[in-house]
């Protein structure tokens, strides 16, 4: 080879060293640049405390916490649990190219996404649950095609759900659950074929499932509950067959329920609940005997119970209450035996409980109230040894209470209330020991209450009420330290009253035969804690004291010679005295023969009068007409569930219809319910109206609260605007005569009473209309005096959709109020609805 040609090739060998040289050293330094924008970028994020980010501090980057590296790049940020704030939009998302996995996990993140998160084009896990983050969706999240997780629920996004999401076609899991996403569920959501998990529950989306949900062959879960998706369930969702979770409860699904899901063979939880589902109990359930948990209740559906219910083998949780099924309890329902739970209470079933049930050795929860039942209680509970929840009440069951009760070792709660169970109380309740809550009243059940009663340590609530049990009521309830509850009213018990009431809450002794002293432990009690009892005396109003008795004045010890003279001049005094007394007690007697005669003729002509005659004459008659027209305040006499209490409808004895408002126990306790039912009597006594509804009267005690108006045939002035039916019977005319009413009301209230009253919750359910449609304001719980001489500053109340916005700014209560929710409710009776409701619909 030629000199000049070796030359050549080694002057050509020199440039390629010396720019593969160069290369490399530009490729290290864009390297370490960008290194560089990942540590200057965290810095200024204020995501890490002074302690990692001051100069001084020798710690690289990746060695702080919640920082995975690979290759000196930034691939995980993991701050889950940090509080963060408002810091979310200071982070430079474009210093990251390399970031795999972003988890910012209930951080306290406020504000929107911001749109930058789009650049993070490698991340493959996105978590921003349990936050405050609020706005819609940005449309750059599409551009994280990688995307393999996208979490964000329990946040307030509002909006739709983009369309766009169906790009991401790597997504496995995605949860947009608890926000406020509102619109129809995208079909796009159909091309994530690789999708497991899909949870959009508890928003406010609308419209019926796409049927393209079924492309997604690979999904495990599918949660959508608590929405308002409508119409049917698409027969398409039968393809789903990897599917073993589907909860579509609390929507306003109609119609049956496909029979194609029974192709559902993977499937191990169902919750079909709070819908709208009608019709029998569908034959495709009975295929699917993976099924782990069955939830089909408050639908509307009827027929019975089928025997195939007992192919179910793997079914370890059921729930059909709240529904029109009848018939009988199937016997298979013995092949069972992973069951724990199984509730078909509020239903319309009759017959016998099987025995068969006794092989269900796994229960734990037995619920079958609210029925028609008949029999006794026959099956054997030797092998429930797990029960802990017992309720049969509410059905027809007769017979005694089984002795093998004794086997419920950890048994909680016994509720057989409401039944026909006769005999006594077996001793053998008294070994389960775990009782926190024994319910046996309105029954036949007689004897005596067990002394043992007292090892049961954990009772919390004993309810004996309206049977035949006698005897001494047991020193040893007061062994109970939890006791809190104790009804033993309406019996026939006898001998005194044990002084046990240190620690229980709520007691009744009253309508039994109990005598003596009532001890000063009760002082805080109430009358109707002891009236029917009519040989007690005490230091409780109403009942006549106690007086100490007295020694024989004419002992042994005074019959001395010394004390004769005292001895003559007590007779002298005691005779006379002792004949006066007895002319006394014959008038007495005379005197009130002649009022029993007068009275006799008064208590024998019917009970016809008016309300307020039979109330000022005897309160307590009138309170036991309303008891025994109500049957003790029955479901079947409720019209309606207010805000604080449930409205009854009643007929008295005289044939005068009214409606009852009774706040329930519960309710009671709750000092805020407690203080509106007073704040009404005391509104209503003192104001008089025509277009207000009239208080005929009331019952206020702890134990039994309700107020008693005029009966207004038609309801509510919602309820006839939202019937199409009464809804053009409600004219023009009569539409203005309501709006008339309700502003001649209000005048009165504002400008004639004296002090002023402000109303505080003017709406359509507030205004009720009798049976000529006339309008009557109604519900004072809320009303308020104004002071002239104070600011009248107290806190927000009323209905969301009529209130003033100024009230929710200023604090101040006035007429004005008042004045704004009657505007709201004239545009809708007006309009015919809500007007916020037409403003969602030109939207």
């Known amino acids: 080879m030629a000199p000049s040609v070796s030359i050549s090739i080694l002057v050509l060998a020199f440039w390629v060293l010396c720019i593969f040289t160069h290369s490399t050293t530009m490729v290290v330094a864009a390297n370490s640049s960008a290194l560089e924008l990942e540590a200057k970028a965290l810095l200024e994020s204020g995501w890490w405390s002074s302690n990692y980010t001051t100069n001084g501090?020798?710690?690289?980057?990746?060695?702080?916490?919640?920082?995975?590296?690979?290759?000196?790049?930034?691939?995980?940020?993991?701050?889950?649990?940090?509080?963060?704030?408002?810091k979310f939009r200071k982070f430079?998302?474009?210093?990251?190219?390399?970031?795999?996995?972003?988890?910012?996990?209930?951080?306290?993140?406020?504000?929107?996404?911001?749109?930058?998160?789009?650049?993070?084009?490698?991340?493959?896990?996105?978590?921003?649950?349990?936050?405050?983050?609020?706005?819609?969706?940005?449309?750059?999240?599409?551009?994280?095609?990688?995307?393999?997780?996208?979490f964000i629920y329990n946040n307030l996004f509002s909006g739709s759900i983009p369309d766009l999401l169906g790009n991401l076609k790597n997504l496995q899991m995605l949860q947009l659950g608890t926000n406020a996403f509102s619109g129809s569920i995208p079909h796009q959501l159909g091309n994530l074929k690789n999708l497991t998990y899909l949870g959009i529950s508890r928003n406010k989306l609308t419209g019926e499932l796409?049927?393209?949900?079924?492309?997604?062959?690979?999904?495990?879960t599918f949660e959508i509950s608590s929405n308002l998706i409508s119409g049917?369930?698409?027969?398409?969702?039968?393809?789903?067959?990897?599917?073993?979770?589907?909860?579509?409860?609390n929507n306003t699904l109609t119609g049956p329920i496909p029979s194609t899901l029974s192709l559902l063979t993977g499937l191990s939880h169902l919750d079909l609940s709070s819908n709208e589902f009608s019709g029998p109990l569908p034959s495709f359930l009975w295929h699917l005997t993976n099924l782990a948990y069955l939830s089909l209740n408050s639908n509307q559906i009827n027929g019975s119970i089928p025997a195939e219910i007992g192919n179910m083998k793997n079914l370890g949780?059921?729930?059909?209450?709240?529904?029109?099924i009848a018939g009988q309890i199937p016997f298979t329902i013995g092949n069972l035996t992973n069951l724990r739970t199984l509730s078909l209470a509020w239903n319309q079933i009759s017959g016998f409980i099987p025995a068969e049930i006794a092989n269900c050795i796994s229960l734990q929860n037995l619920t079958l109230s609210h029925n028609y039942l008949t029999g006794t209680i026959s099956f054997d509970m030797s092998n429930l040894y797990l029960l802990q929840y017992l309720d049969l009440s509410y059905n027809n069951l007769s017979g005694s209470i089984p002795r093998t009760i004794n086997h419920l070792a950890i048994l909680e709660t016994l509720s057989l209330s409401r039944n026909q169970i006769s005999g006594s109380i077996p001793v053998e309740i008294t070994d389960c020991r775990s009782l926190k809550h024994l319910s046996l009243s309105h029954n036949y059940l007689t004897g005596n209450i067990t002394s043992l009663i007292g090892y049961l340590h954990f009772l919390n609530a004993i309810d004996l009420s309206h049977n035949n049990i006698s005897g001494d009521i047991p020193f040893e309830l007061g062994d109970s330290p939890s006791l809190e509850l104790l009804d033993?009213?309406?019996?026939?018990?006898?001998?005194?009253?044990?002084?046990?009431?240190?620690?229980?809450?709520?007691?009744?002794?009253?309508?039994?035969s109990l005598h003596g002293q009532i001890p000063n432990g009760y002082l805080n009690c109430t009358p109707y804690t002891f009236i029917g009892n009519k040989d007690l005396c005490g230091d409780i109003q109403g009942f006549p004291p106690c007086f100490p008795t007295s020694s024989n004045s004419f002992s042994k010890k005074n019959t001395s010679p010394n004390n004769s003279k005292s001895i003559v001049h007590e007779i002298k005094i005691v005779v006379p005295l002792s004949f006066f007394l007895v002319f006394l007690l014959l008038g007495c007697i005379f005197l009130s023969r002649r009022g029993d005669k007068k009275t006799k003729l008064e208590s024998s002509e019917p009970k016809n009068g008016d309300l307020f005659s039979i109330w000022n004459y005897d309160g307590k008659i009138a309170y036991e007409d309303i008891i025994e027209a109500t049957k003790d305040f029955d479901i079947s006499y409720c019209i309606g569930t207010g805000g604080y209490g449930s409205v009854y409808k009643v007929q008295l004895p005289s044939g005068k219809l009214v409606a009852i408002k009774k706040l329930h126990r519960l309710e009671a306790e709750n000092p805020t319910f407690d203080k509106s039912f007073k704040n009404e009597v005391k509104m209503l006594t003192e104001i008089r109206h025509r277009n207000i509804v009239k208080l005929l009267g009331y019952c206020l005690h702890n134990r039994c609260m309700f107020l008693i108006y005029e009966y207004m045939e038609r309801g509510s002035l919602f309820s006839v605007l939202s019937n199409d039916v009464e809804a053009v019977e409600f004219d023009w005319m009569k539409r203005m005569n309501v709006i008339k009413s309700t502003a001649h009301a209000l005048c009165y209230m504002h400008h004639e009473s004296v002090p002023a009253i402000v109303h505080r919750d003017i709406t359509s359910n507030n205004i009720l209309l009798n049976s000529e449609l006339e309008g009557f304001v109604s519900d004072f719980g809320m009303a308020k005096f104004l002071d002239p001489d104070s600011s009248n500053q107290t806190l927000v109340a009323g209905t969301y959709g009529y209130l003033a916005p100024e009230l929710a700014y200023t604090m101040v209560v006035t007429e004005k109020c008042d004045v704004y929710s009657f505007g709201v409710v004239a545009l809708e009776i007006l309009m015919g609805r809500?007007?916020?409701e037409l403003m969602t619909l030109l939207s």
């Not at 990251?96 to 996990?105: H, V």
């Not at 796409?210 to 495990?220: D, H, I, M, S, V």
């Not at 309406?490 to 002084?499: A, C, R, S």
Request: proline letters at 7%; a negative charge.
């Open 488 to 512: 033993i009213s309406y019996n026939n018990l006898t001998g005194n009253i044990p002084n046990i009431s240190i620690s229980i809450k709520e007691i009744n002794f009253s309508y039994n």
């Open 92 to 150: 430079n998302f474009s210093s990251f190219p390399n970031l795999e996995d972003l988890d910012l996990y209930n951080t306290g993140l406020q504000g929107s996404i911001p749109p930058e998160i789009g650049t993070l084009s490698k991340l493959r896990m996105l978590s921003l649950s349990i936050n405050n983050l609020t706005g819609n969706l940005p449309l750059s999240l599409t551009n994280l095609t990688r995307l393999e997780g996208f």
């Open 57 to 86: 501090s020798s710690l690289s980057h990746c060695a702080w916490p919640g920082i995975t590296c690979f290759d000196g790049s930034v691939v995980g940020i993991y701050m889950e649990e940090v509080y963060l704030g408002d």
């Open 317 to 324: 949780e059921l729930y059909l209450n709240y529904n029109d």
């Open 232 to 249: 049917s369930i698409p027969k398409e969702l039968g393809n789903l067959k990897s599917l073993s979770t589907l909860d579509l409860s």
């Open 210 to 220: 796409p049927p393209p949900l079924a492309n997604l062959t690979q999904l495990e």
């Open 834 to 836: 809500h007007p916020g």
